[in-house]
């Protein structure tokens, strides 16, 4: 990605797409190559795009699909419209300092948080959630005390979390798409998991049998585990 508004093409093989901020001598500063109305296509393969975003700025890609996996690392707060993203299948903030913020999600894409102790706000349109036994995953790799939060119309009835990477602290995972919804927490993966915050009292099973390395979850009056 340029800093002009691109229409960019993958093969049909894996592609890297690249967003790394650029400078411009003239203004002094670093400016997003992610921009508003810019587009992509992944075609075939399992496609990746990189973004490391600076600036803050609200961002609506012109349309964007066929790029699987997406990693953004953001150093200011970032807000991101996926109205016109498909087939995105999992969605990092990788090593984040601020807050990223996804809206207007359409397809149900694992969330993923690796070596950041940022938050992640994700509000999916109510047709990624609306089957009666939707499963949230969400991929930890480490964090140290993000919070998750997670909007939808509709909800979902699992959470899963997997937890590698070492040591992870997660404060909660909260939101519409989960408070008074998500009746079963299943959590797998090698790493030790601390949520911090109480589960709500709509989970009626916890099963951390596939994980590895420890897991310690407060629990509310109700919660059976």
Do not use: K, Y
């Amino acid at each position: 990605f340029t800093l002009d508004i691109d229409d960019l093409e993958g093969s049909e093989g894996d592609d890297i797409f690249v967003a790394d901020p650029e400078f411009v001598p003239e203004q002094g500063d670093q400016f997003d190559t992610l921009q508003t109305a810019d587009r992509a296509a992944g075609l075939g393969g399992n496609d990746t795009l990189e973004a490391f975003l600076v600036s803050g700025n609200n961002i609506t890609p012109g349309g964007i699909s066929g790029i699987e996996t997406w990693n953004i690392s953001t150093l200011a707060g970032q807000w991101i419209s996926f109205a016109n993203v498909t087939g995105a299948t999992q969605i990092n903030s990788v090593e984040s300092t601020d807050t990223l913020e996804l809206d207007a999600v359409g397809e149900l894409a694992t969330l993923g948080l690796m070596n950041t102790d940022a938050d992640l706000i994700v509000t999916f349109e109510d047709a990624a959630l609306e089957g009666d036994a939707d499963v949230l995953s969400i991929a930890l790799d480490p964090v140290d005390g993000s919070l998750i939060t997670v909007h939808c119309g509709e909800g979902a009835e699992t959470v899963s979390i997997d937890s590698s990477g070492g040591d992870n602290v997660l404060h909660a995972v909260n939101g519409t798409a989960v408070d008074g919804v998500t009746e079963a927490l299943i959590i797998t993966g090698d790493g030790s998991l601390e949520m911090q915050d109480p589960l709500t009292g709509t989970i009626v099973d916890v099963d951390a049998s596939g994980n590895s390395g420890g897991v310690t979850v407060e629990t509310t009056a109700g919660v059976a585990t």
